[in-house]
């Protein structure tokens, strides 16, 4: 931890990808989920409007609610004393398909 009501972002990131619940972190469908910093960018974590958000993808077979815990208590002490918000932006399914490319039919025509 930096100080009270100072996040460290780069930590918060690392404890978030450290807990076994999580794929990865997610930075929005245009990378806007992010912290910038020297040298480049912490994808996936931010902190706006006093409180620290944590975007991730949940690996399957955990109900979302637990993984929103897991991983806050992992990032807390790392947040400055600042609230955090978790979001479940996507869900790692098992072997699951690639989804098709943009503009190929995967339905086939009758």
Do not use: N
């Amino acid at each position: 931890m930096i100080g009270p009501g100072v996040a460290d972002l780069e930590a918060v990131a690392a404890a978030a990808l450290a807990c076994p619940l999580i794929a990865e972190l997610m930075g929005g469908p245009y990378g806007e989920v992010a912290t910038y910093r020297p040298g480049g960018r912490v994808l996936g974590v931010r902190e706006a409007a006093g409180e620290v958000e944590v975007h991730v993808k949940a690996k399957w077979g955990t109900p979302l609610p637990e993984v929103a815990e897991a991983v806050r208590a992992a990032v807390t002490a790392y947040a400055g004393g600042l609230p955090v918000s978790v979001f479940v932006d996507d869900i790692e399914v098992p072997d699951a398909p690639a989804p098709a490319a943009l503009g190929e039919t995967t339905l086939a025509a009758p």
